[in-house]
């Protein structure tokens, strides 16, 4: 029965999310507030009914109610209770219902946040909002119920995919849609401008939080996505260029970009319709990531089991809102008035590199990612395109980007001065150069490039901090004053540097990992020895295990340096009972920021074990830096100027000297 | 400079970079793409020794040699056609006899082995690489079960 009434919510939520999707639009259009008022309450009811679907398919996973076809083709009785609960989404249609929870969620957001929007505006970004519901949950409701009953009901569930029975999946995909279905806000604002044929600055001073809200859940995500790949997957890669990877990346890149260019409108007025586009764009590419994900055109561990109605339905939501978005474009964006001009060296010009180099990058990406599949509709020819194809066009083009980053917040907006920052930039430089070679020295050489990679990330770090210490004058004035000046700036200036500086250490566990990782694949027998990044490692010998759904055997390795023994390490493969499957536990341990991975592999004849052995040095960097972006993101989203639908309240008087540089 | 400058210097700037992008796009696929075959088509496709290619096919039965060392020998098969594969490394979770299996690799010169540096593994119990279940549907390979087609 409450199964249900679940599924009556969502058909409930289907026709709010129609009501939603038309009628505010009309008193938007006639100036009947009554009409207009409407698509909040809407927005809200909408997410309580979602929400209370939501709830009871998470209430037969927990209960195990194996009556309903979904919970019994991924769960089983004996599995542990968070993986019930992260079970929910762990499969097509509860995923596409967490998606659909997502986006009303970020609606019923707007309708409470947005109180100080222009109410046409906010009554049409509502209305925008509840089409792009409104397909999702027609999607769920024709295509993927996860309400089907299963009558009679079986006695045990089939259990779900043992690679996604971790913490990961109970984290990974609600930050990551988060992310991608934020962007949707971003959107639907864009949308609305176009439709009212009026942009301004303070349209872009409230899409800016939006837009920073869902780039930090998408870095989040990201990283998260990354990290569990590394040490679930025990192959010890912690990005593929895999379809389903880059399907991500692409919303995040666009995003990247859209913060900068929103930011330029803010404050110069300029970029406005590229930054409208830019919004299309960004959310069109979560959609597209939703299909490559969800179609079933990719096989991957994403793409659960699919039929092929599910992907020509989810092609035509994509086909109606990325075409209508930009046909839309196509016949209003020349309403919208272009703003001022600046100098091409300027803090403008900088942010145009930015997204002139983010989104030619994207567009790297996506034809990387899409050029197989089209190649294969056309021709029939299958060919694979990975990370080598990645590594020389992304890698090689973001490269100047990363060198202009720190000139960028250096720079005066208007006109500015590249001489003078370039001498600023001097010491980050010269520390980099520095960093490069005193690594490269420990490390006892290695290629040249490593030298320069590391470099480049040290001068990212330092040249970020620049900013923050010319700002307060650290160094020239009294500490008090410096500290008085520091605490002084806006917080954005602190999310500018973290989010920066977070870069550079990124890419320094990048270059690190890919320039000096060791991996040494050995047989071992009980009492031999492997040296790895300086440790040794002794295996001691196998032993049985069994977990509630799984059987496990697991290696024992004690790891030693200079003879001293300083930790062990277990790693194991197992065997998930239900499914007949086997997994590998990687055995990871950390030493400062750099990790040792064990994989174990197949028995041999004679008691030994083929075992796997990696030295990831300064591999906690890739996902450290990732941590210092979002941090970057809180920190600027935590900003007065920029609190979502506050920026009218001013409490304390403008810090007039300093507030005013930025 | 003018306004008009300005804009020309901005727009000539961005468009010569967009141009630079594609070429090294194009540059890139003619480098790194690889192509997919199954044993059947090799016969005919005559590969230069070093191609990168990617192979698919099913893991024969009882061609499995491992527990010797860190090589691990099987051979690749569509029924039409058989290769030897050699690959140094731990396989998949899943890589099991009678299933489907990608390698990654190329042909040694004047060497019918084909040394693989990748063998793709597999997520799930049922999963068979989409490419290997086309072509070999395609060459009338009977698949154990429709469930092995995702």
């Known amino acids: ?451 320069f990679g590391i470099a480049l990330g040290a001068y990212l770090i330092v040249g970020a901090l620049t900013d923050l210490i010319l700002r307060s004058g650290i160094g020239k004035v009294a500490a008090n004053v410096a500290w008085k000046r520091l605490s002084g700036l806006p917080r954005s200036a602190f999310g500018t540097a973290l989010a920066h500086a977070g870069l550079g250490v990124t890419l320094i566990g990048i270059v690190a990992v890919t320039a000096f990782e060791t991996e040494t694949v050995v047989e071992m027998k009980p009492g031999m020895m492997v040296d790895a990044g300086g440790y040794a490692l002794r295996f001691d010998g196998m032993r049985q295990g069994r977990g509630p759904n799984y059987t496990e055997e697991t290696g024992h390795f004690t790891v030693s340096r200079g003879g001293v023994v300083v930790t062990e390490i277990w790693s194991s493969k197992r065997l998930y009972t239900a499914r007949r499957m086997p997994t590998t536990e990687a055995g990871i341990r950390t030493f400062g920021l750099s990790q040792l991975y064990v994989s174990l592999g197949d028995p041999m004849t004679g008691g030994g074990i083929v075992v796997r052995i990696w030295w990831k040095p300064l591999i906690l960097c890739i996902w450290g830096g990732a941590l210092i972006m979002m941090a970057g993101g809180i920190v600027s989203l935590s900003d007065r100027r920029l609190r979502v639908g506050a920026p009218a309240r001013a409490r304390r008087a403008p810090r007039i000297a300093l507030g005013a540089a930025e | 400079m003018t306004r008009k400058q300005k804009r020309l210097a901005i727009i000539g700037g961005g468009v010569s970079f967009l141009i630079a992008a594609a070429f090294l796009v194009m540059f890139a696929f003619s480098q790194t793409v690889a192509y997919f075959y199954v044993p059947g088509d090799l016969e005919k496709a005559s590969l230069a020794p070093g191609t990168r290619i990617r192979l698919g096919g099913l893991v024969e039965t009882g061609s499995l040699k491992r527990g010797e060392g860190k090589t691990v020998t099987f051979n690749v098969t569509d029924t039409l056609g058989t290769v030897p594969v050699t690959y140094t490394g731990i396989l998949p979770d899943l890589f099991r006899e009678g299933q489907g299996v990608v390698a990654e690799g190329a042909f040694v010169a004047d060497s019918p082995i084909f040394v693989a540096d990748t063998v793709l593994a597999k997520h799930d119990e049922t999963y068979m690489p989409k490419d290997v279940a086309d072509r070999l549907k395609a060459q009338g390979v009977a698949l154990s079960g429709k469930e092995n087609i995702q």
């Open chain 1, 1 to 451: 029965m409450i199964i249900e009434l679940g599924h009556y919510a969502l058909v409930l939520a289907l026709a709010t999310a129609l009501i939603q999707a038309m009628l505010p639009i009309v008193g938007a259009r006639r100036g009947d507030r009554a009409l207009m008022e409407l698509a909040s309450s809407a927005a809200l009811v909408c997410a309580l009914l979602v929400a209370f679907s939501f709830a009871v398919l998470t209430f037969a996973y927990v209960t195990s109610d194996f009556s309903v076809r979904n919970v019994w083709e991924n769960s089983h009785s004996l599995k542990p209770l968070i993986y019930k609960i992260s079970g929910v989404w762990g499969n097509h249609e509860g995923s596409m219902l967490l998606w659909l929870l997502i986006l009303v969620f970020f609606s019923a957001l707007v309708a409470v946040f947005g109180r100080n929007l222009p109410e046409t505006l906010k009554a049409t970004v509502l209305a925008v909002q509840a089409w792009i519901a409104a397909a999702f949950a027609l999607f769920v409701l024709l295509t993927s119920n996860p309400f089907a009953r299963l009558i009679p009901a079986p006695g045990e569930g089939k259990d779900l995919n043992p690679v996604l029975q971790d913490v990961g999946l109970a984290i990974h995909p609600p930050l990551l849609y988060l992310g991608y279905v934020g962007f949707s806000v971003c959107f639907s604002f864009a949308i609305a401008a176009l439709i009212e044929g009026r942009i301004d600055a303070a349209w872009a001073r409230w899409v800016r939080p939006w837009t920073l809200a869902a780039w930090t859940f998408l870095t989040a995500g990201i990283a998260m996505g990354s990290y569990w790949a590394y040490y679930e997957l025990g192959w010890g890669g912690w990005w593929f260029w895999d379809p389903v990877e880059n399907a991500s990346f692409m919303p995040w890149l666009a995003g990247t970009a859209l913060l900068h260019s929103a930011l330029v409108m803010e404050k110069r007025e300029a970029l406005k319709i590229w930054t409208v586009l830019l919004a299309i764009m960004t959310f069109s590419l979560s959609l597209l990531g939703t299909f490559l994900v969800r179609s079933g055109v990719l096989t991957s561990v994403h793409a659960f089991a699919t039929d092929p109605t599910r992907g020509i339905f989810i092609l035509a939501i994509l086909v109606l809102f990325i075409g209508g978005a930009f046909s839309l474009f196509a016949f209003r964006a020349s309403r919208l008035k272009s703003g001022g001009l600046f100098a091409p060296i300027s803090r403008e010009g900088a942010l145009v590199l930015n997204n002139l180099i983010l989104t030619t990058a994207t567009a790297t990406v996506l034809t990387g990612t899409l050029y197989p599949l089209v190649l294969e509709a056309l021709t029939g020819d299958k060919i694979s395109v990975g990370a080598p194809f990645f590594n020389m066009t992304f890698g090689l083009l973001m490269l100047p980007l990363l060198f202009a980053v720190p000139f960028g917040p250096l720079l005066a907006w208007k006109r500015g001065d590249l001489t003078g920052v370039a001498q600023r930039l001097f010491v980050a430089a010269a520390v980099g150069i520095l960093a490069g070679a005193a690594y490269y020295y420990a490390m006892n050489g290695g290629p040249v490039l490593a030298l």
